[in-house]
């Protein structure tokens, strides 16, 4: 009789085991998903108050907005970042309309500037073609070949 | 907080995630305790005590994940935590269930030799090409210039076992065989990961080709007819798989694989209905001109018309399943002995008679996190060949196993395919591993922070800079 009790034990036991190895696996996931969320709902207020009038101050992100590469986000420090074809550009494009060290976002102060590094088809910042560095407000659009992106806070 | 942001990557969490390796070793620990615990409760209740050498088996198996989590620890250090994780719990489960079958085949005097302890070596040969991989592949865009090479090796390593005599490469009517001195390798592994790896290279290149559209057909964007080049070839390659290794997984496999990359890289659906059009005209078109392929199909239909020929094994399964109901006979409590070859095809049926449906549910969940780690990574990386390695790899897993179940469950006609990590076979477990790690190779690189280039050419890339400040 002890003996089918602990059979019993074992069999739904090891069930809830497993089951409960998923629940810790979804947590994870769940951090994942969401805990970048709450950090940025933590980062609003702060913007709310000086509604985007400090011309760059608080872009934190490159979000690439069309083309192949869509949704991929560079989270931007004080570090250059280079945009082109090459291997070690940070944002690696695959686009035939694209040089291979075709443009570059630099931090001067909390603001950022596009360069074009002398690209055979050109950068665009909204309709203007980029020839010196020029300043990038958040939410213009910077078009290399088919690829769009802007700046977020 | 108020203050102006200095560092931006300490003020934003979420978009630089960071290395959680402590996450992944305490996952690992449970994995490890699932499959001690598994294995203990199937030595009680099939023998009544437990069996001298466990304590061996737990610690290689523990020495195992912890080489492993050093590995990652150190040379991939912002891996996905979750990736190894569903890895060490399948295999731990799949090494349960090859010992609980074991025990089975020893108590009725079938079998005299142990699988489990082979399946612990094969294991271990896995872990030592996951580390391979994990140390010197340091960058998987390094994979796309041996792209065409690694294509060749794949389209060599699927049609070997075809071109061969049948004595070597025959097993139960399918011809994905290499049988040589007491080894069996499973070629159609290997190949998958090595044509995965081609596919994304070749599609990276001629993605904007075969994006372009002819013309709109009730809502749909259809391609070119020259453009229907490459699917065409790798269809015409999966019929003659389908045809001369008799093997509908391997050749399902590559066909999906294909069509799936080429929907991902071009974003056109119409790939997906032309993918399928396509593989059921060829499908129909192999079941009325050869005579196995009727017969495969005939069993799938209907197998209790079968039951005593070729439908035997899946009315086994069948029963099994039943069997089992929801919550299972209980590890060790049930005949999963009663389907031939239930350790390698079959072993998704033992667990599903043994852990019943909450059991099997937990395992396909199981799959599910790695597959949805492995699309979160394609996600997040940032290079398109990336992209498309990573989507590719983790679609492979979540195919092959609808592929595996669905045979199992009566869904599809049967395969030769193997539940990827769980079910007995070196050749199987081994390719799996590799591909995990160029998963975690490429999860090493989504999620690492963007680094600064290599400044070589500084003074003269800050001259433009010069000019606005003055």
């Not at chain 1, 069999?11 to 497993?18: H, I, K, M, N, S």
Request: contains cysteine; glycine residues 12%.
């Amino acid at each position: 009789m002890t003996a089918e009790i602990v059979l019993q034990v074992f069999r739904f036991g090891f069930l809830l085991l497993l089951w409960l190895f998923i629940f810790a696996a979804f947590r994870v996931v769940r951090a994942d998903l969401f805990g970048g969320r709450t950090g940025r709902v933590a980062s609003v207020p702060p913007r709310a108050a000086a509604p985007g009038r400090k011309r760059g101050r608080g872009v934190r992100t490159l979000v690439v907005t069309a083309g192949p590469l869509t949704g991929t986000k560079i989270t931007l420090g004080e570090q250059p970042i280079l945009i082109g074809r090459a291997d070690d550009s940070t944002l690696v494009l695959t686009d035939d309309f694209a040089s291979s060290r075709h443009a570059r976002l630099t931090n001067r102060g909390g603001q950022w500037y596009v360069e074009d590094l002398g690209s055979t088809n050109g950068t665009y910042l909204d309709q203007q073609r980029v020839q010196g560095p020029l300043l990038v407000a958040p939410g213009q659009p910077i078009r290399i070949g088919q690829t769009a992106m802007e700046l977020r806070s | 907080m108020g203050g102006p942001t200095t560092d931006p990557r300490a003020a934003a969490p979420g978009t630089v995630p960071p290395k959680r390796r402590n996450t992944e070793l305490a996952l690992l620990g449970f994995a490890v305790l699932i499959t001690l615990a598994a294995q203990c409760i199937v030595d009680v209740t099939v023998t009544g005590s437990l069996r001298a050498d466990l304590f061996t088996f737990g610690g290689w198996f523990t020495a195992l994940w912890v080489v492993v989590h050093l590995v990652v620890r150190r040379f991939a250090p912002y891996a996905d935590p979750l990736l190894l994780p569903a890895v060490a719990v399948l295999t731990g489960l799949g090494l349960t269930m090859i010992h609980r079958l074991d025990l089975a085949g020893l108590q009725d005097g079938e079998a005299t030799r142990e699988d489990a302890p082979v399946q612990l070596l094969w294991a271990t040969v896995g872990v030592a090409l996951f580390v391979a991989v994990v140390v010197v592949l340091r960058d998987h865009r390094q994979l796309s210039r041996f792209a065409y090479t690694l294509g060749l090796v794949g389209l060599v390593l699927l049609a070997l076992p075809a071109v061969l005599p049948a004595s070597i490469s025959e097993v139960y009517g399918a011809k994905i065989w290499i049988r040589v001195a007491g080894f069996s390798i499973q070629p159609g592994e290997f190949a998958k990961i090595c044509l995965i790896v081609f596919f994304a290279a070749y599609l990276v290149d001629k993605r904007d080709v075969l994006a372009l559209a002819s013309r709109r057909v009730m809502g749909l964007e259809l391609p070119r007819g020259r453009d229907l080049g490459p699917v065409l070839a790798v269809w015409v390659v999966s019929i003659l798989v389908l045809v001369f290794e008799r093997d509908l997984g391997s050749s399902l496999l590559l066909f999906g694989i294909f069509v799936v990359m080429l929907y991902v890289a071009t974003e056109r659906a119409s790939w997906l209905l032309i993918g399928v059009g396509l593989f059921a005209g060829g499908a129909f078109l192999a079941y009325q001109v050869f005579g196995h392929v009727q017969v495969r199909v005939d069993t799938w239909l209907d197998p209790f018309a079968y039951r005593n020929e070729g439908g035997y094994q899946l009315v086994q399964s069948l029963f099994g399943l039943g069997t089992g109901g929801l919550f299972g006979a209980g590890l060790g409590g049930g005949r999963p002995d009663q389907v031939p070859v239930a350790k390698s095809d079959f072993i998704a049926s033992a667990i599903g008679e043994e852990l019943g449906l909450f059991g099997l549910v937990a395992v396909i969940v199981l799959y599910l996190v790695l597959v949805e780690r492995g699309l979160r990574t394609s996600l997040i990386v940032r290079d398109a060949f990336g992209k498309l390695l990573a989507g590719g790899l983790a679609f492979a897993v979540a195919w092959q196993l609808f592929v595996v179940l669905g045979g199992v469950t009566g869904l599809l006609p049967l395969t030769g395919l193997t539940t990827p990590f769980v079910a007995y076979g070196g050749s199987s477990l081994v390719a799996n591993f590799g591909l995990v790690a160029v998963l975690v190779r490429i999860s090493d690189a989504a999620r690492r922070p963007a680094t600064p280039p290599a400044p070589p050419k500084a003074a003269f890339g800050e001259a433009p800079t010069e000019v606005v400040s003055r």
